[in-house]
Nanobody, 120 residues
Framework: QVQLVESGGGLVQAGGSLRLSCAAS????????MGWYRQAPGKQRELVAR???????NYADSVKGRFTISRDNAKNTIYLQMNSLKPEDTAVYYC??????????????WGQGAQVTVSA
């Protein structure tokens, strides 16, 4: 199993910046992918940014040019740098990871969530 511990989040004014962190503990297992999702009240969960198994990145169109996903492989930690924040970025942000166990990809594991609130 995987444990995902998120930190960061908070309240910021429009145009400000915030950085989220997610540290993964996977024991002897190999992490396949990691990424970030978000969910606003009354809306469906949305992919924000992720690493693919090949190491490339994908971003939602709504955050391209403003958000950057990065990682520290030695620490099994990913980050989400959020710049030029807008009120519509307000949501609970979730870290996710899945595992490669002898060629089988697991269902995703989820962090506890971090509230990001952007005021107008």
């Amino acid at each position: 199993q995987v444990q995902l511990v998120e930190s960061g989040g908070g309240l910021v004014q429009a145009g400000g910046s915030l950085r989220l962190s997610c540290a993964a503990s996977a024991g002897i297992f190999t992490i396949n992918t990691m990424g970030w999702y978000r969910q606003a009240p009354g809306k469906q969960r949305e992919l924000v940014a992720r690493f693919t198994s090949g190491g490339s990145t994908n971003y939602a169109d709504s955050v391209k040019g403003r958000f950057t996903i990065s990682r520290d492989n030695a620490k099994n930690t990913i980050y989400l740098q959020m710049n030029s924040l807008k009120p519509e970025d307000t949501a609970v942000y979730y870290c996710t990871a899945d595992l490669n166990i002898s060629g089988t990809i697991t269902s995703p594991f989820w962090g506890q969530g971090a509230q990001v609130t952007v005021s107008a």
